[in-house]
């Protein structure tokens, strides 16, 4: 109202007539409320300069003491970090709008857009000026909105018709913008979500990182999940929160600013002041959503690896029958799921029709409100003669037209006001749902940096977790410890190594032991004694936890499981792991010669079998156990390392090809390191390294044919002696019988 009586009524000019004439008709009102509120109307007009200045002050004071507030609060945060004491982490609830969640997106950010002049950073501009220019668009459309509803309300048919006209090719340039701008968005996602994945990519698989996390690590049990599921999301949210923030926050201003124009600033510093205020009420009452996200991606992270895990072991399962246990396990995780989204939904009813409310009928009228002002302003007791006579009658003759123009462009503004208002409320959702994507995202990032650089959080179970608690014990913090690796010409060498679970038990106090090529290693013992787990400190899977591993390269170092590893790719794949084709033809190395490999193993029929070397298969599915334990031993052959590790890699295949696949090894030069029960293969070493399973263990030189003697004899020995026993109890059983009779 009382922009309108300085704007639409005073026009301007003669403001010192108009005081005059306004206060001498206030003088002659009869109605003492409406003469109370011709008063205020003066004496607005006479200091309105002040009033302006004030209000402007009040702003520049509030933006002050925000950004007083954000310092103080960080500063606090620094302090109590730095109190926190011996570099221990302040416990997070969830993902919070603090501190952490501006450092998580300065990283991540960093990632996603990884320089001035990339790609990405083309496309936030080109969608910048997009945004820029839909708003100029808006605020077009409303000023012509007005000129139509004008010519309308005066009877103007060809002002109406010009003003279609216009309307009409407005929309082209409106619809191609909104186009542009969905494609521009959607391009932004998909670049984010490269950078980061490539990023992930790289520090995933690289230093046996991939391993470390699922095995040597407890803090993320569905790295699948994260990296295919959560990155998207998080990057789909980040190129939508950059729209939903920049246009409303855009619109929010340019439309300010018009509307300060036309209802004064005072008007909008009141509207302000109502946003304000049912800003922090909803604020205030909205439900944590960013911890809710969090922990919803959680749940389906579980659920998905639960059926990961039936999928990988539904051979076993089905064997055992046990698959009402399985449907319990993946039920529960499912019904934990379902209450978590229900628990959302309810939360989300009370607060959305909150929302609703405020943003689109309490905001609204109020914006109503302000733009009736100007109409309702002449409306007041004296304010019609007071213009008259300041400036005469044809200056104030009614004029239904621009006042309908007026209030239709004002209410246009006002309303898209309003809903760019409504907008960045609802974002504030979205950016909570950001910072739960952006936790788990920096999260998988810090471990697997963590875990790259050797540092591993293990839960700690049974006795390892009860020597934990005993600070005295010198097995307490094994874990934490590290010996050293170095790498060797061509030996390999434990000293004073202790071999430890990534649990914490202790196998082996101390390992000593020396093999130089030529040297095969036999290795012996009960489960569970650190047999492999020698071969994964030998390998580089487990830390080095003391003392000193000397080794080759891992060049030079094979591994062949009991069940090996068969790759997506052809059969020429298969031979030649991990080698590519180009890595083969580099060496060089040509179909033939992987035949002539083939033929060592007696399985080069398989090339024909199967069609040839370039086909493609599911070759797990494909190739039985033996086939399987052939192919890895070709591969050894077409590598031809120094080292080869074999863990009961021969146990599918019948002793006549393991003697040749065994004899051809050691023909090659190849230094065997040998997991086996079966005595067949002590020929072929002459060292043996004999767990006992309690902790110690032998190493000593291997006569195989002395120790298959002993063995005999050990096994007649205890054969006779089970015999002595049972001729015992038959000899008591008929004494007692006897002594019926």
């Known amino acids: 109202m009382v922009a309108a009586v300085n704007h639409d009524l005073l026009f301007g000019a003669a403001t010192d007539k108009i005081h005059s004439a306004l206060y001498k008709h206030v003088l002659n009102l009869k109605h003492k409320h409406l003469a109370v509120l011709a008063k205020v109307a003066v004496l607005y007009v006479k200091h309105q300069k002040t009033v302006k200045r004030s209000i402007v002050a009040l702003i520049f004071l509030g933006i002050i003491e925000r950004i007083h507030k954000i310092v103080r609060l960080m500063t606090a945060e620094r302090k109590l970090a730095a109190s926190s004491g011996g570099g221990k982490e302040r416990t997070r609830r969830g993902a919070q709008l603090d501190k952490q969640f501006f450092e998580n997106m300065k990283q991540l950010i960093a990632i996603a857009i990884p320089g001035l002049f990339s790609k990405e950073t083309g ?10 220019f839909r708003t100029f668009l808006s605020v077009v459309v409303a000023s012509l909105d007005g000129q139509i509803v004008s010519s309308l309300v005066r009877l103007q048919g060809r002002e109406f018709l010009t003003g279609i006209a216009k309307w009409m090719a407005m929309a082209v340039p409106a619809t191609l913008t909104n186009s542009l701008l969905n494609y521009v968005q959607t391009m932004l996602a998909i670049r984010f979500r490269q950078n980061l994945t490539e990023h992930v990519h790289r ?37 939508e929160i950059y729209s939903n923030l920049a246009k409303p926050t855009m619109d929010a201003f340019v439309y300010n600013i018009q509307l300060a124009k036309s209802l004064g600033i005072e008007s909008l510093f009141g509207i302000m002041v109502i946003v304000q205020m049912s800003s922090g009420i909803l604020r205030f009452l909205a439900p944590p959503f960013g911890q809710l996200a969090a922990q919803e991606q959680r749940l389906e992270g579980e659920l998905y690896s639960t059926h990961s895990r039936l999928i990988e072991h539904a051979e076993e399962i089905a064997l055992y029958r046990g698959h009402e246990t399985e449907k319990q396990t993946i039920t529960h995780k499912y019904l934990r799921l379902v209450r978590h989204i229900n628990r959302i939904c309810r939360l989300n009813v009370f607060y959305n029709m909150l929302e609703d409310f405020v943003v689109k009928y309490f905001w609204g009228a109020a914006g109503l409100a302000a733009c009736a002002m100007p109409v309702f302003a002449e409306r007041l007791p004296g304010a019609k003669r007071a213009v008259a006579e300041a400036l005469g009658s044809a200056a104030t ?31 504030y959702k979205e950016i909570i749902e950001l910072a739960g994507y952006a936790e788990r995202v920096t999260g998988l990032l810090t471990v697997f940096g963590e875990v790259s650089s050797g540092k591993y959080v293990k839960e700690r179970v049974g006795m390892s977790a009860e020597k934990s608690l005993n600070p005295d014990d010198a097995e307490a913090d094994i874990v934490n410890q590290r010996g050293e690796t170095v790498e060797s010409l061509d030996d390999v060498e434990f000293i004073d190594v202790p071999i430890v679970s990534p649990n914490g038990d202790v196998l082996v106090r101390k390992l000593n032991f020396h093999v130089k090529p030529g040297r095969h290693l036999l290795i012996v013992g009960p489960n569970g004694c650190g047999k492999s787990s020698m071969f994964r400190i030998l390998g580089g899977l487990w830390p080095v936890y003391g003392g000193t591993v000397r080794k080759p390269s891992m060049s030079q170092i094979f591994y062949i499981p009991q069940r090996p590893y068969l790759p997506i790719g052809t059969l020429r794949d298969q031979i030649i792991y991990p080698d590519c084709a180009a890595d083969m033809a580099a060496k060089p190395t040509t179909d033939a010669d992987l035949l002539e490999i083939l033929k060592v193993v007696q399985l080069n029929h398989i090339v024909e079998r199967e069609g040839g070397w370039d086909s493609v298969k599911a070759w797990r599915d494909a190739l039985s156990g033996g086939d399987k334990q052939r192919i890895a031993m070709a591969r050894l ?42 005595q067949s293969l002590w020929v072929y070493h002459n060292y043996i390294l004999q767990y006992d399973g309690q902790g110690g263990y032998l190493f000593s030189k291997l006569d195989p044919e002395r120790r298959i003697a002993l063995m005999e004899e050990k096994q007649q020995i205890e054969q006779e002696l089970t015999a002595i026993g049972d001729m015992e109890a038959r000899l008591k059983a008929m004494e007692a019988e006897a002594a019926l009779y």
């Open 123 to 132: 496309i936030l501009v080109a969608h910048t000026v997009l945004l820029v």
């Open 203 to 239: 520090m995933y698989l690289a230093n046996n990182t991939y391993y470390a996390v699922g095995n040597l690590d407890d803090r993320i049990k569905n790295a699948d999940q994260l990296i295919a599921v959560d990155i998207t999301k998080f990057s789909n949210s980040l190129a």
């Open 397 to 427: 003759r009614s004029n239904v037209g621009a006042h309908t123009k007026s209030f239709v462009t004002n209410r246009r503004l006002l309303l898209s006001a309003s809903d760019a208002f409504g907008r960045l409320m609802y974002s």
């Open 637 to 678: 052959f077409y590598h031809r390392p120094r080292y080869a590790i074999m863990d009961e890699c021969t146990s599918a295949v019948s002793m006549d090809i393991e003697r040749i696949m065994y004899t051809h090894a050691t023909s090659l030069g190849i230094t065997l390191l040998t997991v086996s029960h079966r």
